[in-house]
């Protein structure tokens, strides 16, 4: 087969992303570490005029980290857009260790964002233009289909199953593309470990087939992966990035479901020419991701190193497992039996069951109305699916609800949809 390696990613950048041009004063940024430069140039405050001098960070171990007077005024100053160099190296290694990613080291790049949210909305913005077609692995995660409506761009569903976002509907529509629709989608968005709302991951044969797919279309992918060291399987798949030979995966990782989800840390990893974009574009909007979150996360990861924080994200896994087991015995209790209420599938990562309700077939109304005058809150179908057609799908969170609130909410749920059909 020939060689599909993109060199030139011109042709996938929007007219924006183009437009967008290295801010002078960030240039100066990496200059100051330079010894002996005295710098008259940027309009730094004087962080001596702060009123923050260190920060302590009490483990739940009982262990203590400690961020000093020294690396204080560095985390109260303006810093490097890409992320703090520390963190960025701690993260570069974890890649490597995780995924031996086969690009030259050189080729590919990191950069911290605000959350992966962050990093995905620069990216689509970077990818596409107003009235170009993107393909969406369907059910999606809500928070994109926020970034990509107001962005006037045409979403093409790509469906998924039990196993996953399906390669044979991929080729399909691509190879089936209309002449007469404009330019055939150049960007896959997909969740491939528990999906939200879901739970399902794609297989390890089809993301390799996904991969043939989009190499021979010349397709980017976006591999949103928060939910990667969440899989339940004691041998976790391999990720897109793990096999891209060519530099067509860009990936997005995040720190909110085993960290904090509030400290706001996920970065972004891919070609160099992506991430130099991404980070141009945090030039001109954030300037940088905040330096107390990111040193927090990075003394704590420094502290641990990469087998040890491995060895907690297991164990965040573990709670998860054990939640989602607990859901299930609730749901098998209340919405199985001879006459279910509902039908599911077991989710292999993440913290989401996709629950098809029987005989509604919509579950907005029933969802939003009578489920919430039960007090059970449940999020509808619809609100995944792309073109918000109805759908008798629920997505359920097993992740903060204790075994009796489980219980009782599905006891709930049950009732409610069994009622539905003497109406
Ligand atoms: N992608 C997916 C699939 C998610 O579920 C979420 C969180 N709900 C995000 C991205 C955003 O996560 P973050 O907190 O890292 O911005």
Not at 1 to 27: E, G, H, L, Q, W
Not at 71 to 96: E, F, H
Not at 125 to 137: A, C, K, N
Request: proline content about 8%; hydrophobic content about 40%; some cysteine.
């Amino acid at each position: 087969m020939s060689s599909t390696r993109i060199t030139d990613y011109a042709t996938y950048i929007s007219s924006r992303s183009a437009a967008r041009k290295p801010s002078a004063v960030r240039a100066l940024q990496p200059l100051l570490a330079i010894p002996g430069m005295i710098s008259l140039g940027g309009g730094y405050p004087d962080t001596a005029t702060f009123p923050f001098e260190s920060v302590t960070m009490k483990l739940k171990t009982g262990e203590t980290l400690e961020i000093g007077k020294e690396d204080m005024a560095k985390v109260l100053q303006y810093n490097a857009t890409a992320g703090l160099p520390q963190l960025v190296s701690w993260l570069r290694d974890l890649q490597i260790h995780l995924h031996h990613p086969p690009l030259p080291a050189s080729e590919w790049d990191i950069c911290v964002t605000t959350g992966s949210q962050d990093g995905l909305a620069k990216a689509f913005e970077m990818l596409l233009e107003p009235g170009q077609p993107i393909l969406v692995e369907t059910p999606a995660y809500s928070g994109i289909l926020a970034i990509l409506r107001p962005a006037g761009v045409k979403i093409v569903e790509v469906p998924s199953d039990s196993d996953g976002l399906d390669p044979t509907q991929l080729r399909r529509i691509l190879s089936s593309w209309p002449s007469d629709a404009g330019p055939r989608p150049r960007v896959l968005y997909t969740v491939p470990e528990g999906g939200n709302p879901t739970g399902n991951s794609t297989m390890w044969e089809r993301k390799q087939e996904v991969y043939e797919v989009c190499a021979e279309y010349g397709v980017i992918i976006l591999e949103d992966d928060p939910y990667y060291l969440l899989q339940f399987s004691d041998k976790p798949q391999p990720s897109y990035f793990s096999i891209d030979v060519d530099g067509r995966v860009l990936r997005f990782d995040s720190f909110s479901k085993v960290l904090s989800s509030g400290i706001r840390v996920g970065w972004c990893t891919g070609p160099k020419q992506l991430v130099e974009r991404i980070v141009l574009h945090g030039q001109a909007s954030n300037l940088h991701p905040s330096n107390l979150s990111q040193e927090l996360v990075s003394s704590y990861l420094h502290h641990l190193g990469h087998v040890a924080y491995l060895e907690h994200a297991r164990g965040v896994r573990d709670h998860y497992a054990h939640k989602r087991d607990l859901f299930l015995k609730a749901a098998e209790k209340h919405l199985g039996g001879p006459q279910p209420a509902a039908e599911w599938v077991n989710p292999k990562a993440g913290m989401f069951v996709w629950l098809k309700l029987v005989g509604v077939a919509d579950s907005g109304k029933l969802v939003r109305e009578k489920a919430v005058e039960r007090k059970v809150l449940l999020l509808p179908g619809e609100e995944f699916i792309p073109s918000g057609r109805p759908t008798p799908f629920v997505r359920a969170a097993f992740s903060t609800a204790t075994e009796e609130q489980m219980d009782e909410a599905l006891r709930r749920l049950g009732e409610l949809v069994r009622g539905e059909w003497q109406a």
